[in-house]
């Protein structure tokens, strides 16, 4: 997401954005880093886009042991004044792009809402028109702070050719966590065409096969794909007992139920083939799922990560949701949101999100 916010940030800027690779947060931290046009067609991208887009290993080589000073606008500084000490948001890519930044804090006017709401959102025409001379030198000129950069205290304008920013994670157009809705235009212009490459559909759809048990001469039949997340979200539950907190199979079964209704009315599509990805770990809850005649991958049985590495569980796993003729996801979830928009843009599927949190979240 935080990618294609950078991508549409180019866009309306009339500038090329450039690609770092992909960095583990919620999957093993050893994992290494993951090139972004290993797993997204980047011509197919620009093609549709209208502009290049690179990657940083077409700019700087990764190799290179030369420590690069540039100066870069620091969204996070500006929306965390709520928090006692706000400083810009840090990340290992600049450990691996050797780079050395000097942070200087965007203008307090960036913020999408009210700095007393504390989303932390920004809005992406206040950080373009920092792109353009007028703008940007006015801000400039008015009390901005200048962080020296860590390894040579050198203290920089942010660059006026390079324009770079600490964290785009938490950006829209009108209204936080946009990409939950419909007329969203990082999704409508950059986020739908980000397809995935030819060999990694073709690795995903193998997967999902066997998962299904399909035999060799026939076509994978349309599924229903389903995405519960729990792991981190149990931090959010507070005093709910988890299993009041997170919605019940029963639930989960309700909305792939209504999934499966729309796509026979709708469609003329029977589906009675389930899919469920989760990161939950308890074998009694993979259990029921079986008993409802659901399946899934089981990576530990095909060795995934011994054969192919850390990162392609996920990768799988998001082709998987994002091929399904319908899809059932969990609120709040940013893996849900991506593949809830994918089946709907890429299949005209049907697609249903469980609320949770308290008992009867998802009543309806």
Known sequence: MEYANLIY???????????????????????????????????????????HVLEWHEVKDPESQVLDDLGCW????????????????????????????SWTQTPPWVELTSPSKHNNHASFWSLASLAFPETRSDSLTSSSTNHPSPQHQVSL??????????????????????WELDYSPAWRFVG????????????ADAYARRAMNVPVNEPTPPYVSVHIRHGDF?????????????????I?????????????????????????????????????????GWTWVDYGAERTEEIYGKWHPVFIDAI????????????RSTMSTLASRRVQSWHDGATR??????????DH
């Open 252 to 292: 989960i079964a309700r909305r792939v139920s209504e999934v499966q209704e729309e796509l026979r009315i709708r469609k003329g599509i029977e589906v009675t083939h389930v899919i469920m990805t989760s990161d939950e770990s308890d074998p009694e809850w993979w259990s029921e799922v079986r008993a409802l």
């Open 234 to 250: 149990l931090e959010q539950c507070l005093e709910v007992p988890v299993d009041q907190c997170f919605a019940s199979l029963s």
């Open 74 to 101: 620091s969204i996070w500084e500006t929306v965390q004044q709520h928090v006692s000490v706000p400083a810009p948001r840090q990340s290992r890519s600049l450990n691996l792009l050797k780079l050395d930044i």
């Open 192 to 203: 739908q065409h980000m397809r995935w490459t030819a060999s990694m559909e073709r690795l």
């Open 320 to 331: 998987i949701q994002s091929n399904g003729a319908g899809f059932v996801g969990t609120l």
């Open 9 to 51: 940030l180019a866009l309306i800027t009339e500038r090329t954005p450039i690609i770092p690779k992909f960095l583990s947060t919620h999957i093993d931290p050893r994992a290494p880093p993951f090139v972004f046009g290993e797993v997204f067609d980047v011509p197919r991208l620009s093609q549709a886009i209208g502009i």
């Open 353 to 362: 999100i469980i609320a949770w949190g308290w008992p009867g979240a998802d």
């Open 157 to 178: 304008p942010p660059d006026e050719h390079l324009l770079c920013f600490d964290f785009l994670y938490y950006v829209s157009a009108h209204h936080t966590w946009e």
